[in-house]
Structures are given as structure tokens and as C-alpha cells.
């Protein structure tokens, strides 16, 4: 099969207009006057609605026009010469209002000589702002249709009446001033139009070369290329037409008939009859929806698809078609994990990858290699599935030929190879809120059918596995390729630009485990440094000297071996999640300030898990949590993004969250129900707590019975009380929560977990070991459900905390079944809210993005809109991209005084 | 036209300083930016800050705005009629 001969040019505008009577004829290849499309024969009739003229759908016939075949043939315009003109119903209102603001003698616009100097100034001003251009016009528009008399010729106007879909009415008057109405034919109308002068029509907001009014009354109809509306061909081998065949069909019979009777003279009532059909068809022909018109049915029912039917709706050919297409060269499937590959890597099925191909043309460099894929053929990985030569002719690869196609594989030819290893492809996941939902991965085959990808990079993509599918895409030239590899691989979004920090980063047991590796008095012997260092492919030729012996074996501590994946020279300090006690930071902030690089003998001495300070890449003190490498806030991947690249920082990444992975799988990590078990003094003093702040609340209230209780400003007495227990009562809480702490030491998971920041807080220990405290609905203690209480156990009226929602009780104890509903009504509220969250959100992000995705950032610094119009004169006010900056500010000045100061004692 | 007796908006701190532009300022503007006076954001003269200013449609105003991220950001606007 030979490709397509397309004319390759550019677009350099687009322009929109009426097509004049002129054009239309012009740009036509045949009249189309025979209501018929094939003989009896099943060959296209001449002059008919299949006319050869027209291009052809038919395989082995030849288009007149251009001599072309069926596929090369892209199809030519004819037209159908309309007995009389007929409003084109898409411009029926428009009409209307030009009539009305028009004279009807000498077609000048209905404003004084003044007035159109005036407003042609104001049109001038408004440019191409078009709601404000709109406004103008329709102020044009009421000021001239209330004019009764021309100011240029003096004529007088009648008013108009307009009768959907396409008839009008003009009032006029009898010499015994009586109103009678007279219907204006569309010649008439056609007249009229002609008349208004070309000067006057910027002002009824028409352009006088590209759509003069009269166009908008049909003459000429353009009949749609063959192409347009192909037949087809059932298996019983009966031809069934378009639909646009069908309408064209009865818009030419009625059109014959309408010619013949006007030709014998027929009387004025039965041709104006047919004119009425003639102008039905043609504007059920445009649009067949038009409100006031019975749709034209087909003969089973079924309303035909007419011209703005194809348009229009989701499936029409702007929203389906343009804006969004079906893509080839994709895949789709379930995702799951997979720690062992790069963040900037994705596992892809060999099912898949032998699917997918990638077109490589042939070089005297690869033809070796690619001689052996077309020889694999397409069911052999790794193979081809098709060969393009020279002559660009595309060639399937069977079985039955790929030996003589590996035979004849030249230079110059292209070879749609298979998915290898390292090949570059988009990854995505829906909904696409962000430039983060489409990155670029490298592929790595692999067996099942499942992709696979790094827990690292579920942030930015917000997957998880429990179902998720994702697409990917394969770019098919070297431009797009390049494109990806430099602008959308995973390692370049490290940073995100919403905040100027990192958006991929470690997660749960990659904070967990960094934290179990290098907290104080964590050692590792030398087996299992090695092993570690192996599993986190970290090459290095020499391990550092143990840190310390005892009985002759060998010690590494946890921040020696971090140290090595740390690039050489980084220094900086930063109190981490873990700091609980400033006091124990300050020691060593104080010594860093005085001495920069003060000796890591002396840091090692003052370490604190709290403060973490980095020297030269090396990890001197503070144990690594979610501010090391972690989403969101990790400093120490911010740093190494900015000061190393983001190619170090995705090694980093890789290998430091499988330093994570190794540790605590060996170490051994886990959090089940006794991880929240309290000794029993502790349980005693929550009850006492709990015991205390009920007894206040009762006092609250007795107060308030008694009317004791002040009003605090602007609140009523009941508010009053209300917020004076929620108080109380969330003291308990946070009381309860921290004996609860106390008892719970860095040994416990479930506390490491939420003081590192891997995972949960320690409100959730809290709820599960002591107390769940407050349920509240709006912020509210919980009061609805019958009258005076929520749960007919409690007496009505009673303001008593365990009446309104407050759970003694935590998960671990169990809740009373009032608190058990409780709980449940809380519960509610929060999903309802996250319900109705998404669907405002996703609604407002859909109308801002549609506002705003035409704005760009032009070469001057300032924001514009497609046509120039400026939104901000310097983008961002401040002219910073958010991804280069640091925390959304332009630059961290203290970081570069900091590294001036460590360059100038590096060179000393 | 004039502000209303006794009570100056461009004293409150909420209101940046505002300014007509004059002829051979406009003409630098437009050249600057290579724009026409149709493509410059707009102002209502209605807008309390130009009948202040007694600013008259056609005028540009040069609004000095504090800016978080960039300190002092100059913006302008032509006054449009309402």
C-alpha cells in the first residue's frame, strides 16, 4: 500500500468567514443536478450525488478531477444551484438583527452620521476582546432598530417580526393605517442585504471582505466531497447511504420540482409551497435539531446525523476528534510494585513490548543488530512487526517472509522493532491534574502482565495498587523521543512547581528503614555492610574503616554507611522531625556557627538524633526521617537536585531507598496491637484524665444552669458553654495523648512510624491506645438525632460529654455501642466531605484551566493571552519558574552565603 | 467626578499608589511591550482609584503594586469607558 501523497505545509493562520456564491462555484468540481447517486449497475451517475467528479469511494474506479484512486483521492467539492435562496438557518438571527438595524430603502445602517464615527472608534478601542465587542455590538444594534426613521434617506421603517426557524414578518401599515403583516421572502431579504453598504458593516460586527450579509441567504449549496459521506456496502451487498447522501438527496428532488413549476408558470401558491420544502430540507440538511423544525427521520425512525449533528456534543468532531483522539502506539494495564527498578524506569509486559514498536532506521551502525530482529519476525522477542524501505512502502512481517525480508534489509530502510530495554516512554495516569501525571520513563521488559514501577514516584502520580491501571505511550521519531528524554523524565520532576520542593521522595518504610540504619547505636558487622551496600548497588572498592571493635569483630554504625551515598563535599545542618528537645540542638548549632567545620570528633560527641548535620558528605550526627530524603520536605534531595543535578539525586534516590528496604527487612518491622499497650499506672492516670475533665464539664454546665456563666464577646451563653467544654474536653485529650507518649518509647514501630513522619501521627497512637476523644459534625460536638439528645440512651436536655459525642474508650479497649455510633456519624462527615471536596475542586480546576491554558509566557518576560493581550507584565510578578526556585522563593540566600563561606575555607 | 469630601482612598494602606501616565510615557510603554492600546489590561473609569485620579478613558494609570515575590511591581491599565 502506498502512503498518501500529501502536500506537506505549514498552517500559518486560520481565518473565518462566509463562503460567497462565488467561492462556492469556484471551488466546485461538478453540478450536481440528479437527485440519484448509482445506476442500476451500481456505477456513480454523472451530475449525480456520487459523481466521479467528486472523488471516488470505490476501489478500481479513477476520480475525474484529479485521476487519483480510492485512498489517494482526498475528495472535491460540488454544488447544487438552488431554484430560489433559502436562509441558512445557522444565520437566521444574525439576519434578523441586520434587517432590524438597517434600512429598508437604502440599506444604510440605522445611526447618524456622528454616531457611526463614534462607535466606529469605541469598535476601534475594544480590539479583540470579545464579550466587550459583543456588548458594543448588541448596544448598535438596540440604538439603530429603534430609529423608525432613516437618518440618511428619510424613509420610514416598519418594526419586524421574526418566526423560528427562518421566517420574517415585516408590520407594515395601510393608507388607513391599519397593521397588516407581510411576509418577507428570502429574495426579498436577499435584497436588502445586498443594499447595505460595505462601510456600515463593521458596525453590525461583519467583516466586508470575508462575509457580506447577503452570503447568509443560499444561492449556491456546496455538496461535501464523496469522501464525506461515504456509502457502504452490507454483506447482502446493499448500498446504504449517508445521511448527508439522504438529505442531499431530497434537497435536489425538491429543488427539480421547484424549477420545473416555476419554468410552467405555476401559480404563485404551489411555488411558494415547494420553496417552504425547499427550505425545510435544506435546514434540516445544516442542522437538525433546530428548535420549531420536526427532525428529518430516517425510514426506520432513527433522526438523521446531519451536518452540525457531526459537530457538535462529547463524540462530535471537535470534542472527539480534535481536542481528543484515539491514539495508536499505547498501552494499558494494572500496575504494581516493584522497589528494585529506578525511580525513572518502568516495567513493561513482554506481551506488551512485542505490541509496541519503535520505527529505527537503518544504519551501517545497527543494520547487524536489526537484521537479527527482522529475523526474529513478529513472534520472537526480541523481534519486528513491520519494515518500511525506501520507497516508504510498509511491509508486514510474517513468518512466511521474514527471511527474505532480513535478506533485502538495506540502509535507508526502517525497521518497526520491538520495545527494548531503554527505550524511552511516556507513563500516565488519570486523572491528569498536574505535569506530573505524564512523565517520561526509560522501559525495562519484563515477564507477567502487569507494569511495574517505584514506590517513589506513586506520589506525583497518586497510584497505588490496588487496581490501578496506567497508559503508556511510545514516542515514535527522534524528535519526540529527545523531546521526552530531556523534558519529562521522572528525574527532572523531582522538584515540584507548586511548592519549589521535592514531590517524589521516599516513603513510609524507606523513611523507617533510613531512620532503623542510622539512629545513635545502630551497628552493622562487616556481612552485612556488604551485603546492604550490594543490594543498594553502591560500588565502591574499599569499605571505610570500622568505626569501632569490640572482640575482635568489626562495627559500622548506620551513618557511616549513609555517608557513602552521599555525594562528596555536601554540607548542611537542619533540626529534623526527631527533634523533641532544643536544648540538646543548640550545643551544636552554636559550635557550627563558630566554627563552620568544626572537628567531627567534637560533632560526634554532641550527636542528637534531632539535629542532623552533614560535613563533607559525611553523616556526623542526627538520624535520617522524612526531612532527609522524604516527599515533600527532604533537604538533603533538595539540596543534591540543586547543587548536583538531577541525574546524582535520582542515583541517590535509588539507592538510598534500597539501603531502606534492605535494613528494615533484616532488622524486622512490624506494629500489631501490643505496640499500643499502656502499663497499667498509665492507663490509671488516663482515667483520671478523663475522670477530672467530665467533672468540669458537669461544673461548666451546672454553671450555666445556674446562669452563672459569663458570655465571652460575641458569642451567646449556649456558644459560650459550648466552646468551654470542647476546650476542656480536648485538654483531656491531648493530656491523655501525652501520658500515653510517655510510656510509648523510639522502640515501639507505630511511634517511629509517626515521629519520623513515615507513616501516620501520633494523634492515631493516641486514639488507639488511650482515648479517641471528641466525634464532631461542622466543628461541632455531635447534638442532632431526637429531641434534646442524639441517642434516646441519654436523657433529653442532657449537655454531659459522654451525651455528645465523647469517646472514653480507644480502638484497643473497644467503644460502647453509643460510641460506636458515634464514631460512625464522625465517620459520615468526612466522607461525605471528601465526596463533595472532588467534585467542587474538580469543577473549579475545569473552568480555570479552561480559562487559562491559552496564556504564555512570551520571550519579553510578561504573560499574554493568544492575541497579545497582556495579563501580567512580568510573569509571576517576580519572573521566577516555581520549579527553580527554593520554596517558591527566587533564591535561599542563606544557602549561598553558606556555600561561599565553604568555598573560600575549601580553598584555604 | 472629584473625590468625595474628606476621605482620600489612596491614604487607606489597602490602595496601591496609582498614576496617570503622561504622552511621551504611554508612547514608551506601548514601544516597550510592542503593543497596541487595545491589548493593555483594562480599568473602568468608574474604578473609585481613577475617578480619584480624575484619570479620562484613553489615559494609562501606572498602578505601584507591593509584591511578596517581587518587592515593587508596576502594572498599567487604560482606562476604558464603563
Known sequence: ?908 | MAAKKGFNIFAHELVPEHRILSEEEKEELLKKYKIKISQLPQIKAKDPAVQALGAKPGDIIEIKRKSPTAGVYYYYRIVVED
Open chain 1, 1 to 908: 500500500m502506498r502512503e498518501m501523497q500529501s502536500i506537506k505545509k505549514v498552517i500559518g493562520s486560520i481565518e473565518f468567514g462566509i463562503l460567497s456564491p462565488q467561492e462556492i462555484r469556484k471551488m466546485s468540481a461538478a453540478e450536481i443536478t440528479v437527485p440519484d447517486t448509482y445506476d442500476d449497475d451500481g456505477y456513480p451517475i454523472e451530475g449525480g450525488l456520487m459523481d466521479k467528479r467528486l472523488g471516488v469511494i470505490d476501489p478500481g474506479l479513477r476520480c475525474e478531477t484529479c485521476g487519483a484512486r480510492y485512498g489517494e483521492c482526498p475528495g472535491h467539492f460540488g454544488h447544487i444551484e438552488l431554484a430560489r435562496p433559502v436562509i441558512h438557518v445557522g444565520f437566521a438571527k444574525t439576519i434578523y438583527r441586520i434587517l432590524e438595524s438597517t434600512c429598508r430603502e437604502c440599506g444604510r445602517i440605522k445611526l447618524t452620521e456622528e454616531e457611526i464615527k463614534d462607535y466606529m472608534k469605541k469598535l476601534e478601542l475594544v480590539g479583540d476582546r470579545k464579550k466587550a465587542r459583543d456588548k458594543l455590538i448588541r448596544e448598535i444594534h438596540k440604538k439603530a432598530k429603534e430609529r423608525m426613521v432613516c437618518p440618511h434617506c428619510g424613509a420610514p421603517q416598519f418594526p419586524l417580526k421574526f418566526e423560528r426557524p427562518t421566517i420574517y414578518w415585516e408590520v407594515r401599515k395601510d393608507e388607513l393605517g391599519n397593521e397588516y403583516r407581510h411576509r418577507m421572502m428570502p429574495t426579498e431579504i436577499r435584497d436588502r442585504l445586498e443594499r447595505i453598504p460595505d462601510r456600515d458593516l463593521p458596525l453590525l460586527g461583519l467583516h466586508p471582505e470575508k462575509s457580506r450579509p447577503e452570503w447568509m441567504v443560499l444561492t449556491v449549496l456546496p455538496v461535501p466531497p464523496v469522501t464525506v459521506r461515504p456509502s457502504i456496502t452490507l454483506e447482502s451487498g446493499i448500498r446504504a447511504e449517508d445521511d448527508l447522501t439522504h438529505k442531499l438527496v431530497d434537497i435536489l428532488r425538491i429543488n427539480n420540482r421547484l424549477k420545473t413549476n416555476i419554468e410552467a408558470g405555476a401559480p404563485q401558491l404551489i411555488i411558494e409551497d415547494l420553496w417552504d420544502l425547499l427550505q425545510y430540507h435544506v435546514t434540516t440538511y445544516i442542522n437538525n435539531e433546530t428548535s420549531g423544525v420536526p427532525p428529518a427521520k430516517h425510514k426506520s425512525g432513527r433522526p438523521l446525523k446531519t451536518l452540525a449533528q457531526r459537530l457538535k456534543g462529547k463524540e462530535g468532531r471537535f470534542r472527539g476528534n480534535l481536542s481528543g483522539k484515539r491514539v495508536n502506539f499505547s498501552a494499558r494495564t494494572v500496575i504494581s510494585p516493584d522497589p528494585m527498578i529506578s525511580i525513572n524506569e518502568v516495567g513493561v509486559p513482554l506481551a506488551i513490548a512485542m505490541e509496541l514498536t519503535v520505527p529505527e532506521k537503518v544504519t551501517e551502525f545497527n543494520i547487524e543488530k536489526l537484521r537479527e530482529m527482522v529475523l526474529n519476525g513478529p513472534e520472537k522477542y526480541p523481534g519486528a512487526n513491520y519494515v518500511i524501505d525506501p520507497q516508504g512502502r510498509r511491509i508486514k512481517l510474517m513468518e512466511s517472509n521474514k527471511e527474505k525480508m532480513a535478506d533485502m534489509l538495506d540502509i535507508g530502510w526502517t525497521v518497526e522493532r520491538h520495545l527494548l530495554d531503554g527505550d524511552i516512554v511516556l507513563f500516565n495516569r488519570q486523572p491528569s491534574l498536574h505535569r506530573m501525571s505524564i512523565m517520561a520513563h526509560r522501559v525495562r521488559v519484563m515477564p507477567y502482565k502487569t507494569f511495574r514501577l517505584n514506590l517513589a514516584v506513586c506520589p506525583p502520580y497518586n497510584a497505588d495498587f490496588d487496581g490501578d491501571e496506567m497508559n503508556l505511550h511510545v514516542p515514535q521519531t527522534e524528535e519526540a523521543q529527545a523531546e521526552a528524554r530531556i523534558l519529562m523524565e521522572v528525574q527532572n520532576h523531582i522538584i515540584s512547581p507548586r511548592y519549589g520542593g521535592p514531590i517524589i521522595g521516599g516513603i513510609q518504610d524507606h523513611i523507617s528503614g533510613g531512620y532503623l540504619l542510622t539512629r545513635e547505636g545502630a551497628y552493622f558487622t562487616r556481612s552485612e555492610v556488604e551485603q546492604m551496600l550490594m543490594f543498594a548497588g553502591v560500588d565502591i572498592d574499599k569499605l571505610p574503616e570500622p568505626d569501632k571493635v569490640e572482640n575482635g569483630v568489626e562495627y559500622w554504625s548506620g551513618k557511616t554507611i549513609f555517608s557513602l551515598l552521599l555525594p562528596e563535599g555536601l554540607t548542611i545542618w537542619y533540626r529534623n522531625k526527631l527533634c523533641d528537645d532544643p536544648s540538646k540542638c543548640e550545643p551544636l548549632e552554636k559550635l557550627i556557627e563558630e566554627k563552620l567545620l568544626p572537628d567531627p570528633e567534637e560533632v560526634k560527641k554532641l550527636a542528637y538524633d534531632g539535629f542532623v548535620y552533614i560535613q563533607n558528605g559525611k553523616l556526623l550526627s542526627g538520624a535520617i526521617d522524612k526531612k532527609a530524603y522524604g516527599r515533600e520536605d527532604g533537604k538533603i534531595l533538595d539540596i543534591i537536585v540543586r547543587e548536583y543535578g538531577v541525574e546524582r539525586a535520582r542515583q541517590f534516590l535509588d539507592q538510598v531507598t534500597k539501603l531502606a528496604i534492605w535494613v528494615i527487612t533484616h532488622k524486622g518491622f512490624t506494629t500489631a496491637i501490643d505496640d499500643e499497650d499502656l502499663p497499667e499506672e498509665a492507663m490509671d492516670r488516663i482515667k483520671e484524665i478523663i475522670r477530672e475533665a467530665e467533672e468540669r464539664v458537669n461544673r461548666l454546665i451546672e454553671a450555666y444552669k445556674a446562669g452563672e456563666l459569663e458570655p465571652l464577646p460575641g458569642k451567646t451563653l449556649e456558644e459560650t458553654l459550648e466552646s468551654k467544654i470542647m476546650a476542656v474536653l480536648a485538654e483531656a485529650r491531648d493530656n491523655a495523648g501525652k501520658v500515653a507518649e510517655q510510656y510509648l518509647g523510639m522502640n515501639n514501630f507505630a511511634v517511629i512510624m509517626a515521629k519520623t513522619g513515615a507513616r501516620g501521627k501520633i494523634l492515631n497512637i493516641t486514639q488507639m491506645a488511650a482515648l479517641l476523644g471528641q466525634q464532631s459534625i461542622r466543628g461541632k460536638r455531635l447534638h442532632r438525632g431526637y429531641r434534646g439528645r442524639v441517642l434516646s440512651h441519654f436523657k433529653p436536655g442532657d449537655l454531659g460529654a459522654r451525651a455528645r459525642g465523647f469517646i472514653v474508650n480507644s480502638y484497643k479497649s473497644g467503644l460502647t455501642p453509643q460510641e460506636y455510633f458515634f464514631h460512625a456519624m464522625g465517620g459520615r462527615e468526612g466522607l461525605v466531605d471528601t465526596a463533595v471536596r472532588t467534585a467542587q475542586s474538580g469543577y473549579m480546576q475545569r473552568r480555570l484551566i479552561n480559562a487559562l491554558q491559552d496564556l504564555k509566557v512570551d520571550y519579553d518576560g510578561t504573560v499574554r493571552d493568544p492575541t497579545g493581550i497582556i495579563v501580567q507584565f512580568r510573569y509571576g510578578e517576580d519572573g521566577v519558574d516555581p520549579m527553580k526556585s527554593w520554596q517558591g522563593k527566587t533564591v535561599d540566600v542563606e544557602r549561598v552565603i553558606v556555600r561561599s563561606l565553604l568555598k573560600l575555607r575549601a580553598k584555604r
